[in-house]
């Protein structure tokens, strides 16, 4: 068993590292991301994360094969996941399932942290292709969450 106490006035957990979000920016178009952290609770054959997204930060816009859920645990985001956009606080639940296009958006001004569950064994994010980007900005509700 490992323990991990957690301080709620810093919202970190003893003995667990802040890591980059990833390990560039990305250069293609969307996967860019600005103000955002990654924490890796637990390790195995699945992984909790805890990501923060700083007021104005945003994660990539991206897609992938695997599914992972999302619980918001402190302040307000957005969320676009495939073509329906969530508004998040805390303890709102959601679900990207494979290939859906989702990016992250902290819409507060105060720190918006999520929890995260993926799979260990999974694909690499890949950009929207153009057909997809193209609905993105035709829509007026997805169209902000490209940037």
Avoid at 19 to 24: H, I, M, N, V
Avoid at 41 to 68: C, D, M, N, Q
Avoid at 123 to 128: E, H, K, M, S, Y
Wanted: glycine fraction near 8%; charged fraction near 25%.
């Amino acid at each position: 068993m490992t323990f991990f106490p957690f301080d709620p006035e810093t919202f970190r957990w003893e003995g667990v590292s802040q890591q980059a979000y990833k390990d560039d920016p990305g250069a293609a178009r969307g996967m860019a991301w600005r103000g955002i952290s990654r924490h890796t609770l637990v390790r195995g054959a699945f992984e909790v994360r805890y990501f923060e997204i700083a007021p104005g930060g945003f994660s990539s816009l991206e897609k992938h094969a695997h599914e992972h859920a999302v619980v918001c645990v402190r302040g307000r985001g957005t969320a676009l996941v495939g073509s329906a956009v969530h508004e998040l606080r805390p303890f709102a639940l959601v679900r990207s399932g494979p290939w859906a296009a989702h990016r992250w958006v902290n819409v507060g001004d105060e720190p918006f942290g999520f929890l995260c569950t993926v799979e260990a064994q999974r694909d690499r994010p890949a950009p929207l292709d153009d057909a997809e980007w193209e609905a993105l900005l035709a829509d007026p509700l997805t169209a902000p969450f490209a940037h």
